[in-house]
Nanobody, 124 residues
Framework: QVQLVESGGGLVQAGGSLRLSCAAS????????MAWFRQAPGEEREFVGA????????FYANSVKGRFTISRDNAKNTVYLQMNSLKPEDTAIYYC?????????????????WGQGTQVTVSS
């Protein structure tokens, strides 16, 4: 099993920045792809972006491309989501997810493990 714990959420004004962290523990050697999703009230969970543990290649949703950056620290088993130029429509609960497959995927069913989520609120 793998446990994922997100942190770093909070309240920020439009145009501001936040950095989320996702710490993985347990059988982390089984993980190949880490991703961030978000879910706004009344909406479905939406893919934000993903990163491969090996090599660090990334893949982003068009809605965040150029504003959000995913990085990882393999030694700490931690993935980060740097969010810049935040907009009110970025308000959501942000979830970290992990996948055993080495392929990128943008749908929730592809991921094997999930964190509990962290709230991000962007005020206008």
């Amino acid at each position: 099993q793998v446990q994922l714990v997100e942190s770093g959420g909070g309240l920020v004004q439009a145009g501001g920045s936040l950095r989320l962290s996702c710490a993985a523990s347990g059988r982390t050697a089984s993980i190949n792809v880490m991703a961030w999703f978000r879910q706004a009230p009344g909406e479905e969970r939406e893919f934000v972006g993903a990163i491969k543990w090996s090599g660090g290649s990334t893949f982003y949703a068009n809605s965040v491309k150029g504003r959000f950056t995913i990085s990882r620290d393999n030694a700490k088993n931690t993935v980060y989501l740097q969010m810049n130029s935040l907009k009110p429509e970025d308000t959501a609960i942000y979830y970290c997810a992990a996948r055993k497959s080495p392929l990128f995927a943008a749908y929730t069913q592809a991921y094997d493990y999930w964190g509990q989520g962290t709230q991000v609120t962007v005020s206008s």
